[in-house]
Every structure is written in C-alpha cells, then in structure tokens.
C-alpha cells in the first residue's frame, strides 16, 4: 500500500513561514490533500489538489507538489495555526482507497 | 449548508455490539461518498471506509475489513458504522466526512463520536 511520510513536529516563530513537507513515492503525479486538525476538533480541509484553497482558508496558506515531496506552507505564522496537519492521497493501486500521513504538529513558538 | 451531524458519545462493554450515525444536511446525500475515520487516542487519522448511499457500494480499508460494518439509508440521510463485537482496542474518536469520490478530498466532516470501552 501507499505510504505518506511527514515529519512529526516543525516550530516557527510567529509571523516566519513554517514549511510541512509530505513525502511519497512520485507524489507528485497524485492530487493532494491537507487538514488541519486543532485540540478537540474534527479535521477542516485547507488545501485540496495540491494548491487549491477552500473559501474561508486564508491566503497565508499555500501548497506546492513535485517529484516525491508535497509541501504545506503557512506564511506569517500566528498563534491560531497551531495544530496538526495531516496530507492525503487517492491510492488508485488495487487498493483503491484513501491514505492519510502520519502528521506533524506545527508548534508556534 | 453542508452539515454532517453524528450520534453521541458511548461507552461500551468489550463484547458488546455498537451502531453510531452520521446524518447528512444541506446537500444531495446520494450523490457523495462518505467516508469514515478513526482517530486512536494522541493519534493520527487513519481511513476505514467509505460508502455511497446513492446505491450503497461500500469499500473497506484492508485494515477495517471484517472488523466493522459500513452502511447507509438514503431515505433519512444517514449513514453507520457498526461494530458486532467491540474490543477494547476500538476506543477512539470516530468522524465521517463527506468525499466526492477518487481523488477527491474530504471536504465536510462530522464533529465525531468518541468511543470508550470499559470494562
């Protein structure tokens, strides 16, 4: 089955830019997804097909995907984008089913 | 607007069987996938299924196969997961999302149902 590696924490300092990468096999052929998951409540969609925003998901946060490595950007970092961030994929080997990343808490220091 | 309600919190007996629900509002419910997920405690989330209640073709993660039951009744928006012998490992939180299908996103989710087992 597919496999998404993230790192488990990065920390930025407010108002810095804090980078969260998502690392598959030729990821870079696959639409992916991010959420972002805060203490005690459900995951909200940030970004979907690698860089598109849902209304209401302020432009500080971007995506980008290439090769292997899918990344998450949060510019101007503020205290409220503490949480976890999880990656997501479609896996349309014969499994044919959704795989999440493991997640990396983002800690603004 | 979009709105994926489900049924409360439960605390449960391992052995015991479960059924918790998800109600859709707001959109075509037979013209979505939905999705559910588990979320151990202090951990990630991990997908256990999806169904579509258009026509009620389901798919299971290898993972979840044989251990739980996805279902659905158009007629009242709702979606299930349910559980005929719970074990004491099936404590977490349990959201539903909705999915456009394939590569699609999970784009609404549920604000989840916490299962704890005690015994």
């Known amino acids: 089955s597919y496999l998404l590696t993230q790192p488990p924490s990065v920390s930025v300092a407010p108002g810095k830019t804090a980078r969260i990468t998502c690392g598959g096999y030729?990821?870079?052929?696959?639409?992916v997804h991010w959420y972002q998951q805060k203490p005690g409540q459900a995951p909200l969609l940030v970004i979907y097909?690698?860089?598109d925003r849902p209304s209401g998901i302020p432009e500080r946060f971007s995506g980008s995907n290439s090769g292997n490595t899918a990344t998450l950007t949060v510019s101007r970092v503020e205290a409220g984008d503490e949480a976890d961030y999880y990656c997501?994929?479609?896996?349309?080997?014969?499994?044919?089913?959704?795989?999440f990343g493991g997640g990396t808490k983002l800690t603004v220091l | 607007e979009v709105q994926l309600v489900q049924s409360g919190a439960e605390v449960k007996k391992p052995g015991e069987s479960l059924k918790i629900s998800c109600k859709g509002s707001?959109?075509?419910?037979?013209?979505?996938?939905i999705a559910w997920v588990r979320q151990m405690p202090g951990k990630g989330l991990e997908w256990m299924g999806i169904?579509?209640?258009?026509?009620?073709?389901?798919r299971y993660s290898p993972s979840f196969q044989g251990q739980v039951t996805i279902s659905a009744d158009k007629s009242i928006s709702t979606a299930y997961l349910q559980w005929s012998s719970l074990k004491a490992s099936d404590t977490a939180m349990y959201y539903c999302?909705?999915?456009?299908?394939?590569?699609?996103?999970?784009?609404?989710w549920g604000q989840g149902t916490l299962v704890t087992l005690s015994s």
């Open positions: 999302a909705r999915h456009g299908g394939a590569a699609r996103p999970l784009d609404y």
């Open positions: 707001g959109y075509r419910f037979t013209s979505y996938w």
């Open positions: 169904i579509y209640p258009g026509d009620s073709d389901t």
């Open positions: 030729n990821i870079g052929s696959k639409g």
């Open positions: 097909y690698d860089s």
């Open positions: 997501q994929v479609w896996d349309s080997s014969s499994d044919h089913q959704v795989v």
